[in-house]
């Protein structure tokens, strides 16, 4: 696998298992500045694991994560569950988070987050009374705290309604527009397909595509209307791995 | 550092917005008080004592101008316990069958040791072992008894010495054997001689007069000597003996002990609990897998959960201590010493907390494990002297904390060298449990 721009992630062979179980086999992926990396898969592809890794959440159990930039990269951590303290209010979860950062003024980078999240009505209300919506923007500015370059999402949109996703993605995409490097977790093809530069398909723990989404529907889709036919193509990935037991 | 302290200051919040959880903070440690307190004083239930009187003598001893007989001395013994007067055997049989709760022998010849001086005599105590808090309360309230009948002993003994040396020293009627004299005293035989050896230097005999310096010396260092008598006499303190054969030989008032061990069990649990759910919150919340992105250590973490606790139960310990010194007539001081008491007992206790937080996955696990585990071994720390069940309390925080509560709660004076190695067996079983818990929250944040 390959990609145009510098990565800013290099990870190989990333492997991890448990309880005898495969949860990750062997998986290679990078990730380029600005750009956006769709990890796509069933339940139980290992997507979560990889991320987790990827976020020094959780241990390896083999292969190597190289990143750019320096030893300790600002990379933000957005979890599928929200991350926060459900009795602090928005501004108090950021505050402490934007403080345990080491940010040089929480308060102003509190509001400031606040601001770009879309917050400011919810701003002293408690993050227990959130809407799904406004919950998810809260924890992705949490882990926009610590001012990262690289933003790993599991699954940021899987709760939300269409025009919470729609909003989300809009403030992602802004995100990007400055640079930010961006792998996030999915289940639906469209979306990887709309908000993934690249795509990566995983399946039992192995990695089954790497490239684009144009890529995978010409490689695997058969033809056919763009959406259809990226649909068409993940099923007979997914579906194929276990016809030659092979990536 | 800064980490566990912006963590510190979260949790001061988060508890602060919980009135439910302060009310019971506060409410729950005072009704387990007020509820140990009364279970373990008992001051309502007199326990059974069976008494076997050995001295069958009928003789008396003078106290304080009354003659006390042992019929006397049961007598008063019945205004604490309930007596059964039984023979040796019996008194056996009544104690294995837990008819009655101790048995009290008084030897042969108990008056006539009393009387002599000579030999110091000893009441037997043999406590039953079926129940070791009700024998830890009978023994004190027997040494009270003891205690308070060697004060009158002695009170007697001392006006006798003082009758006695002042008529050695100023002379006076003596009665011997039904007859009556008069004794002459130190200061009048002085007065004798001096006059005679003046007389007889005048009559020109220096060297008989001479002869009679040494019975002049004699006659002031005697006088010296007596002169300490009446402080050597005071501190006759204790005629009787209490030989306790078992059970623990607890010197407290009741209520103190009381107080000590209803204090052991409302911080204990209050701690305990508190602890385990701001530990296990944390994963609940979902907030542990940020912290442990790099914003603070595990064992920060479980540093600042033991730091937050010691602060509470220091915050209601002393609440409980200052209710206690103004509502009853227990005597509560050595604040100083209180500070650093329930300090290290917190850090002790929110150790044991983390640790069943950082264990379970679920703050609900976590208190119940924390409560099962922890209400049993606390029942063992308030047991005295029981073996095994000792033993155990002493490696987890409560025994260590219920002998720091009762030291500073009853003993009449502190030593040093002691409480020192109880605050430092509470701060090492409080840096085991830490590092345990640590090693659990590292292991268990870790997807």
Redesign the interface.
């Known amino acids: 696998m390959s990609t145009a721009a510098t990565p800013v992630l290099v990870a190989r062979a990333i492997a991890r298992g448990y309880r005898g179980v495969r949860a990750l086999d062997g998986v290679d992926v990078d990730l380029a500045a600005g750009e956006s990396v769709a990890l796509l898969g069933p339940n139980g592809a290992g997507k979560t694991?990889l991320l987790?890794i990827l976020?020094?959440?959780?241990?390896s159990d083999g292969g190597t994560v190289t990143w750019a930039e320096d030893a300790?990269p600002r990379v933000g951590?957005v979890?599928q569950?929200?991350?926060?303290?459900?009795?602090?209010s928005v501004r108090?979860n950021l505050r402490?988070?934007a403080?345990?950062?080491?940010a040089d003024d929480p308060d102003a980078l509190a509001g400031e987050l606040i601001g770009r999240a879309d917050l400011g009505e919810y701003a002293d209300r408690a993050a227990a009374q959130l809407s799904t919506g406004t919950l998810q923007r809260l924890n992705l500015a949490?882990a926009l705290a610590g001012r990262p370059s690289v933003l790993l999402l599991d699954e940021p949109t899987a709760t939300l309604s269409p025009d919470q996703r729609l909003r989300l993605w809009e403030w992602l995409d802004e995100l990007r527009g400055g640079g930010m490097a961006l792998m996030f977790s999915t289940q639906s093809v469209d979306e990887a397909a709309r908000r993934g530069d690249r795509l990566v398909v995983l399946a039992g723990g192995l990695l089954l595509f790497a490239g684009t989404a144009a890529e995978m529907t010409a490689t695997h889709g058969g033809g056919g209307p763009g959406a259809e036919a990226a649909e068409r193509a993940f099923m007979r990935l997914v579906s194929g791995r276990g016809e030659d037991g092979a990536r | 550092m800064?980490?566990a302290l912006?963590l510190l200051r979260?949790d001061a919040?988060?508890l602060r917005?919980?009135p439910a959880l302060v009310l019971v903070l506060i409410v729950y440690p005072i009704l387990v008080a007020l509820l140990v307190a009364l279970a373990l004083q008992s001051d309502e239930r007199r326990p059974d004592v069976a008494v076997v009187n050995l001295d069958t003598s009928g003789r008396t001893v003078a106290v304080g101008g009354n003659r006390l007989s042992i019929d006397d001395y049961v007598n008063r013994l019945a205004e604490d316990v309930d007596v059964h007067r039984l023979d040796a055997a019996d008194a056996a049989d009544a104690l294995d069958a837990g008819r009655v709760s101790a048995v009290l022998t008084i030897p042969e010849n108990f008056i006539a040791d009393l009387q002599s001086g000579v030999r110091q005599p000893a009441l037997r105590l043999s406590t039953s072992r079926r129940s070791p808090i009700e024998a830890d309360a009978i023994n004190r309230r027997l040494e009270a008894g003891v205690y308070r009948l060697n004060q009158r002993l002695a009170t007697g003994y001392v006006e006798q010495v003082l009758e006695l040396v002042d008529l050695v020293t100023n002379g006076g009627e003596i009665g011997i054997f039904g007859r009556t004299g008069n004794a002459l005293g130190l200061k009048r035989s002085r007065t004798l001689v001096t006059d005679l050896q003046a007389e007889l230097r005048a009559a020109g005999d220096a060297v008989t007069a001479a002869q009679l310096e040494p019975l002049v010396n004699f006659i002031d260092e005697t006088q010296r000597n007596l002169d300490l008598a009446k402080p050597a006499a005071n501190a006759i303190s204790a005629p009787i003996v209490l030989d306790v054969t078992a059970g623990a030989p607890g010197r407290e008032p009741l209520s103190a002990f009381g107080f000590a061990g209803a204090l052991l069990v409302s911080l204990g649990l209050a701690g305990t609990l508190l602890a385990a759910a701001a530990m296990s919150s944390e994963r609940e919340?979902?907030?542990?897998?940020?912290?442990?992105?790099?914003?603070?250590s595990a064992g920060g973490l479980v540093g600042e959960k033991m730091a937050f606790t010691a602060v509470a139960c220091l915050v209601v310990g002393l609440a409980l201590l200052g209710g206690v010194a103004l509502f009853t007539d227990l005597a509560v001081g050595r604040w100083g010493l209180w500070l650093g008491v329930l300090l290290l007992a917190g850090l002790a206790f929110g150790s044991f907390g983390v640790l069943a937080g950082a264990l379970a996955r679920e703050t609900r696990s976590a208190l119940l494990i924390a409560l099962m585990v922890a209400l049993p071994l606390m029942v063992l720390g308030l047991v005295p002297d029981s073996g095994v069940a000792s033993a155990i309390s002493e490696v987890v925080p409560f025994g260590p904390a219920f002998d720091a509560f009762q030291t500073l709660l009853v003993e009449p004076s502190i030593d040093a060298g002691d409480l020192l190695a109880t605050l430092g067996q509470l701060a090492l079983i409080a840096a085991v449990l830490g590092t345990a818990a640590a090693v659990a929250v590292r292991r268990r944040?870790?997807?």
Do not use: C, M, N, Q
């Open positions: 694991t987790t976020a020094g959440v959780a241990r300790h951590w979890p569950k929200a991350a926060l303290y459900p009795r602090l108090e402490l988070f403080a345990l950062e080491k949490i | 800064r980490a912006l979260k919040v988060l917005r919980s919340d979902g907030a542990l897998v940020r912290l442990r992105r790099g914003l603070i944040s870790a997807v």
